[in-house]
């Protein structure tokens, strides 16, 4: 029908996105679009709380700490719950890895066939000053018989076997950005329609870029190669961008061209970031939109995992900056 009459055009919903787009699963695509219906559901929730939560009591620290040794946020917590609820009640998930729950969470789910790997909330250090936070998400066929007791081998895949990935942004908008694998697409929430609407189809990444992202706190610790090409970006005129969120800063490396670093340093010699919730998920978005990750020597989708939580660097964003940056690495080696 044409919208137009009413001044404007009402875009296609998540929903019916998903099911225009149902060949591009190697799946039902009725088990992905439940999963992502799950995850935005959920996405909208904790949406409305970190709006809310200078006015209510969830801002602040939890009191406890995760196994990552980080003192978790009221939101880290409440963004697993709500994330896992969902998951749970949508029935297709099996397990869940979460950066906030030491173990794999075994759903119990006999007829689940999908283990999903979770940052419920990315950026925790930005929640009480109102910067952007994200979500991030990777969607894996479990390999063992549907109905069998979860075994590691569902749980230590490498990131190319990764079905689907994606990220909520809950920045000036709050979008949602996903790939089953057959290019990466935007969706953007109206919140007075309670609705995520595709306004970002078919995302491709420069190929080169002007932007760096790295905490430059970090020079005392990093390798004289990263440092090496810090230098060539300044010697350049790139600008440099770094909020401390990493969703944040690989959406709009993403768009606009650019690089997102989080190198080995000494006091983190695997880096920071975690493989199967963070590194994994946006090197499938990137991949997907032209663009390249890699831990500074090898593709990202390529590592196999051998521990839930374990780290590693991670150069991402547009390939001809990826490739410079590993380029002053393997110099300085
Ligand atoms: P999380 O809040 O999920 O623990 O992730 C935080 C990450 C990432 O979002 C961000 O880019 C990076 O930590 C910032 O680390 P530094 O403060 O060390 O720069
Ligand atoms: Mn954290
Ligand atoms: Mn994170
Ligand atoms: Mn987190």
Not at 73 to 87: E, H, P
Not at 146 to 165: C, L, R, T, Y
Not at 253 to 260: D, E, F, R, S
Not at 282 to 296: K, N, R, V, Y
Request: hydrophobic letters at 35%; aromatic letters at 8%.
């Amino acid at each position: 029908p044409d919208h137009s009459a009413l001044g404007y055009s009402v875009g296609v919903t998540l929903d019916r996105f998903i099911k225009m787009k149902q060949d591009d699963f190697p799946f039902a695509s009725g088990e992905l679009s439940q999963i992502l219906r799950d995850i935005a559901l959920a996405s909208k929730i904790v949406n409305r709380e970190i709006n809310r939560a200078g006015l209510s009591n969830i801002g602040g620290a939890f009191g406890s700490t995760n196994v990552q040794g980080e003192e978790q946020q009221k939101l880290d917590v409440v963004a697993n719950i709500r994330f896992s609820r969902a998951l749970t009640k949508g029935g297709e998930v099996c397990a869940i890895v979460s950066e906030e729950d030491d173990e794999v969470i075994d759903l119990q789910n006999s007829s689940g066939k999908y283990v999903v790997a979770m940052d419920p909330l990315d950026g925790s250090s930005n929640i009480d000053v109102n910067i952007s936070i994200g979500t991030i998400f990777s969607i894996y066929r479990r390999v063992t018989p549907v109905g069998s007791p979860i075994q590691p081998e569902d749980i230590m895949q490498p990131g190319n076997k990764q079905v689907a990935a994606g990220y909520v942004l809950y920045g000036s908008s709050t979008m949602l950005v996903y790939t089953t694998g057959k290019g990466v697409n935007g969706f953007t929430y109206e919140q007075s329609l309670g609705e995520f609407f595709l306004s970002h189809p078919n995302i491709c990444a420069p190929k080169d870029g002007k932007i760096y992202s790295i905490n430059e706190g970090l020079n005392s610790q990093i390798s004289e190669g990263i440092k090496n090409y810090i230098t060539s970006c300044k010697e350049r005129d790139f600008s440099a961008r770094y909020i401390g969120s990493l969703v944040a800063d690989f959406h709009r490396n993403l768009l606009k061209g650019g690089i997102y670093i989080y190198p080995s340093t000494a006091k983190a010699p695997e880096g920071k970031l975690r493989l199967l919730y963070e590194a994994n998920s946006l090197a499938f978005i990137a991949e997907q939109a032209g663009a390249s990750a890699s831990d500074g020597k090898n593709r990202i989708l390529d590592i196999q995992p051998t521990s839930l939580h374990q780290r590693t660097p991670l150069y991402i964003g547009s390939t001809v900056m990826v490739e410079e940056a590993e380029g002053h690495l393997k110099e300085a080696t």
